[in-house]
């Protein structure tokens, strides 16, 4: 029987699969296994760009911002938690929203967080923070406490926020969780994401 | 080291040459799993929907892993090719999953790997198994390559992925296990079957070497009766093509009487009434077609009582019988040598007797059927009398023939006695050749009576009388001639040393003229000894001492030639002479009837005939050899004491003139 298609052509289709499917693999998994950067706690510059964050009433206060990225599905996770748990007396929330939406911001107002907007960009030159999402909790010193995430497992269940501040108020020094979740800022994406399956 | 690879490596790689089996069993798992990650398409839709992680990009993304399968099933000769490809999506997949189903379970999504990893043992085939784990190891490495801190996530330490490693690794190793085993017992099983096959065919080549080299016919024979195919070659060559028949029809077409023998008792065997043993002693052990001899040989192949096979073995012991036969030849050469030496004139009479004998039967002399079993018995008689065996049990052979066939023997039975009978000839040609002169024995005491005779100037008719007497044979030679025959049969009878006393009154007779009398009353003589005489057990058991007696005489009564043989036996049942009459049709109301019955041809006492008697042919033979004599016989018998038979004859019978005897 004739071959309709010739075997080089079947064993080269078949090599661009292979190599195809190994970047595309290789460039998904990487996006969700990198752990990703937070902040230092010693870093004066962000301690004094959250400062601006904290209305006046709440100076002398504990403080917690909750860094989170529209685009992003961890994201999402995080704020489906806050606003459907109890939130603790005395510990005033702002929200930092990275891109908007203003279904979240709506939200977040009407469950009494502050709501701050600002674009990837800025949240990497004003905040020098490039992943989401982030949780940063200052003293009411002012004094950036924590910075990192907030499960213990990638994308678990048992979001710790809580857990963190009552902990600080206690007066520990609880270890940053690691942050699973998205690249913000231009260049990370690109790392994370170079075929641009990922990120818009 | 170099051992422990080639072994690692024949695990993993498969003999090269694919079974049909394999074949056909890797194109259908590897259409089925074309079919499995072809659902994969709107399954992980359905993931990436409900983890909004995009379904356009699912459909997409999988779509192209898809390619990959579909492209090999498609265009691939060889499926354990397209099963590799499907080792590779496996995994592909799996990524697939983690990245589409991410969420609080992408975790869990992680246990698809190894699910699929042990599915891949469906496959049969290692290289499968080692595809996919080499696939995963490759991903890791390119991940780590490209960002170290992926592979070590949650910061997790070195041990920590070598765990993660050592899992994928060990089950990638059980896996390789459960595949080659599966290939080598199940997928693998055609082949082994083909290889234990091919020992067996070996096996039976070499078992057909021996079988198509003996010159001994093995066959087994199933309980249908059907001959097995795995028989010696000579069987056919013997019986014809013997390939899925019944070995009683094999036979059939050579021997019909083996043939039924074998039928009937096999069927005997077949209903386990008897043991084993006992059965296969009944069943036929000679046949004899084309001239040739076969011994059979049974032997049950049976699982505890039950009958499994029967195995046969043919044995042509043309030349043993042969042999077998020479030797008899021989001893009855040397017999027959032994008494011409001690009686030439009785052998010499016994041969031309028999040479008579055999002439009349060979070439179809006899008139009608009963001259031709009285021809036949008195040859018989005469042989077995003088240890001519072979002639003996050729004439027996007919017997039974005429007996069974009411017609005359066939042509291979007459064949058979002119053969023998020319080399009997030949073997005793020296005695024959010295015998056959006209020689006049004369006695020193006889020839001084004669010359005195002579002296004393007889007339010329004294001295014709005195030089025919010369010729004239003594009745006490024959007698004692007779005598001895009847010892010899009683011998072999088991009737012991019989008695035998002559009374022979010194009287002559012309030998020719009385030859065929002589040579009929031998019957009578074995019926004597047959019928008459008891066995030494039965004569004490009737209070009689030791073995019986024979009294043979000849006298001159008045004008009568006597010759009597009287025994001490039993005496003759005369009921039994009547039943046997009436149910042959013969009149029996008076003794006289009796008497006749007893000479009628084809009446017997006995039930069944023996080699000596029991035809009903030898009375009737010697009555018919009486009368062409003149002569009348009459019958004296007493249960419990004895039988008398007198012959008498003309007494002008016994010599003749010298007028007559030169005319003859």
Partial sequence: MTRVIPRWVTFTGLAAWVGLSFVVQTTLMASHWYTLPTPDRADAALEDALGELVPPHADGSWVAVHVLYSQCRCSQR?????????RPDGLHETVLLVGEDASIEARAASAGFDVWVVSPPELESRFGIVSAPLLLVLGPDAGLRYAGGYTERKQGYDVQDLKIVESLRRGDDPAGLPLYGCGVSKELQQLLDPMGLKYD | MKNALASLMNVLRLPAEMTQFEDKYLARVNRIATYFYALHVPAFMLVAWANDTGPL????????VLLGPVAAYKTFENPRNVSIVHGFTSMLMGGLLVHFGQGPVQIEM???FFALLAMLAIFANPMVILTAAATVAVHHLALWYYLPASVFNYDAPIWVVLVHAAFVVLESVATVYIARSFFDNVIGLERIVQ??????????RQMRLVLDNVDQGLLTVGCDGIVADERAAVVDEWLGDCGGQQFSECLRRVDEKTADAFESQFDQLLMGILPFDVALDQFPTEMEFSGRHFGLDYTPIAHGDELRQLLVVLTDRTAVVQRERMEVEQRETMTLLERSRRDQVGFLEFFEEAKVLVHAITEGLCEDLALFKRTVHTLKGNSMLYDVQSIARICEHMEDEMAETQAAPNAELLGELTQRWERLKDSLRIVLDSGGREVVQVGPDKYRQLLEKALAQPTSREL????????LEETSDRLERVGDQAKRIAQRLGKGDIGVEIEAGGLRLEPMRWAAFWQDFVHVVRNAVDHGLESREDREAQGKEGAGTLTLSTAVDRDCFIVRIQDNGRGIDWDRVRAKAAQNGIPHETRADLEQALFHDGLSTRDEASVYSGRGVGLAAVRSACEERGG??????KIGEGTTFEFCFPASEMVPTPHEFLAA
Avoid at chain 1, 78 to 86: A, G, K, P, T
Avoid at chain 2, 195 to 204: E, G, H, V, Y
Avoid at chain 2, 464 to 470: Q, V
Wanted: proline letters at 0%; charged letters at 20%.
């Fill in chain 2, 195 to 204: 290889a234990r096959t091919a020992q067996l065919d070996d096996k039976n």
């Fill in chain 2, 57 to 64: 990009m699912a459909l997409v993304l999988t779509t192209v």
């Fill in chain 2, 632 to 637: 009348q016989i009459k019958v004296h018998s």
């Fill in chain 1, 78 to 86: 995080v704020f489906d938690h806050l606003f459907e748990s109890q």
């Fill in chain 2, 110 to 112: 992680h246990f698809y």
């Fill in chain 2, 464 to 471: 014709a009388h005195m030089l025919l007497e010369l010729k």
